[in-house]
Each structure stands twice: as C-alpha cells, then as structure tokens.
C-alpha cells in the first residue's frame, strides 16, 4: 500500500475531531496515534508524524500546549523554535559599556521561552480549552 501525506488542513481537521471527544492527551505519541486514527477513517492512506500533528497543534487557536522542559547545555545556540519551529524572537538588553546581551528567547508563535539556562522540551501536554462533546451511548447505572 502507498503512503500518501496530507494536507495541513486534512491534519486540522482530524486534530478538531480529536478534541471533540477528549479534554487532555498527555504526550506528543499518543496525540499523533490519535490523529492518525481519525486520518485514516477518511483515507486510508494518510500517514503523518507526530512531530508534524505537535507543530500544527501548537499554532491552532483551540488547542492549549504546556510544555514541560530539562535543562540543556548552555553551549547549543537555538535559532528555531524546539515546539513550532518558527524563528526565535530575542529579548535584549544594553550594558553599562553600550554591548548588548541577550535575556531570553522567545516563540512569537507558541510563546515558548528560554533563557540563559537552554530549556529543553521532554514533555507536551495538550489541553482542549473549550467544550468536549459527550458520546451518544446512554448512561449506564450501577
């Protein structure tokens, strides 16, 4: 069988039914099972990573995305976002001799932040923040 790669509004789209049905997936893998699930009730050929579904979650307006992170060595320079990858926004400020030094990193994107100490992401948590609609099967009693 070939693989076909959807489009990022077919990802959307499948994303969007996810979080009908689920307030909160706790991890990148098991958001990107789920996406693929929905995908392939529509074809059976999309296939899509689930580094693809975080980048398209932490851009959507109706997805929330926390970010639990470890610390990384001071050496390595990021230019790109870790999350979304969109450029770094740099947060400066002049010294007493007129040099500049950078503060923090910032995503103007997914708002994610690092400073002097490199934050690397571990863990994504991704949280719907609106109404989760309930399943139609009737409620069984005790």
């Not at 400073?115 to 991704?126: A, Q």
Request: proline share 6%; glycine share 6%; hydrophobic share 35%.
């Amino acid at each position: 069988m070939a693989w076909r790669v959807p489009d990022d509004e077919d990802v959307v789209a499948a994303l969007r039914a996810v979080f009908r049905s689920t307030k909160t997936i706790v991890s990148q893998r098991e958001l990107g099972r789920r996406v693929q699930e929905a995908l392939r009730k529509s074809d059976d050929g999309f296939s899509v990573t689930a580094e693809r579904v975080r980048r398209l979650a932490a851009l959507q307006p109706f997805v929330r995305l926390e970010v639990k992170t470890r610390k990384g060595p001071k050496e390595k320079v990021l230019n790109r976002c870790p999350v979304c990858g969109t450029a770094l926004a740099r947060l400066k400020n002049q010294t007493l001799f007129g040099g500049e030094v950078t503060l923090t990193l910032r995503c103007p994107q997914c708002h994610y932040s690092t400073g002097k100490e490199k934050r690397i992401p571990t863990l994504y948590v991704f949280h719907n923040p609106g109404k989760v609609e309930q399943s139609t099967a009737p409620e069984q009693p005790f």
